[in-house]
């Protein structure tokens, strides 16, 4: 856990450091996918002192390396466009654990945005447990969410449209609902607009 020393602070006036520093939501910063800075919140959501994930690429807070492939750029045209994006997704602890998080986004270089950011994540497992799911009905899950077609969606993951159909009916089966809208419902009311993680088990 960082320190800073809290009295010299408010003598000094540097609230921004005490702010980042000990803010109860996880703050990042990063600098072309890669950790410059995190705060203390965020180091004890994924299970690490903030000085170890100085330095290391944000892959190493996904389930695999392809889910971190796979939604790497989600939200760059967002954010080129207004500068605000927000999604919720799904991440890896420390010790293998998934969860989702809420996680928001501001560039520093909207003409890059991915160049200079910083970055809130929120732990929404109290409200939103975790659903063991494979990996290929979360690639099929986050398609979805996106508004896609079975037939684009096959596309996409070069398997067949009667394939993509089987998975999304064994998700309604096993969410309980008839729809891919009370699926979403189903997973804590979001918004599927917003949902953009795939992961393996």
């Known amino acids: ?14 609230f921004a450091d005490l702010a980042f520093t000990y803010a109860p939501v996880g703050l990042v910063v990063t ?7 995190c705060n203390n919140a965020f180091g004890q959501m994924f299970g690490y002192a903030p000085e170890e994930l100085a330095g290391q690429l944000f892959a190493i807070l ?25 999604d919720e997704r799904i991440m890896a602890r420390r010790d293998g ?5 809420r996680v ?22 109290a409200e939103r447990p975790y ?20 037939k684009e969606i096959a596309i996409n993951l070069e398997i067949s449209h009667r394939t993509v159909e089987v998975y999304r009916a064994k998700l309604l089966r096993k969410f309980g609902v008839n729809n891919t809208s009370g699926l979403f419902h189903s997973m804590g009311g979001i918004d599927g607009d917003h949902v953009v993680s795939t992961s393996d088990q």
Request: hydrophobic share 35%; aromatic share 12%; charged share 30%.
């Open 1 to 14: 856990m960082v320190e800073i020393p809290i009295d010299d602070c408010y003598a000094q006036g540097l």
């Open 62 to 86: 996904y389930p695999t390396d392809a889910e971190f492939v796979n939604i790497r750029d989600r939200g760059v045209k967002q954010l080129r466009e207004t500068n605000r994006y927000w």
């Open 31 to 37: 600098e072309a996918r890669v950790i410059r800075q």
């Open 97 to 101: 654990t998934l969860f989702w998080c």
């Open 131 to 150: 659903f063991p799911l494979t990996r290929r009905e979360r690639e099929i899950l986050s398609y979805l969410s996106e508004g896609l077609t079975s």
């Open 104 to 125: 928001r986004g501001h560039s520093f270089t909207p003409e890059d945005p991915l160049a200079r950011a910083v970055w809130s994540f929120a732990d929404l497992s």
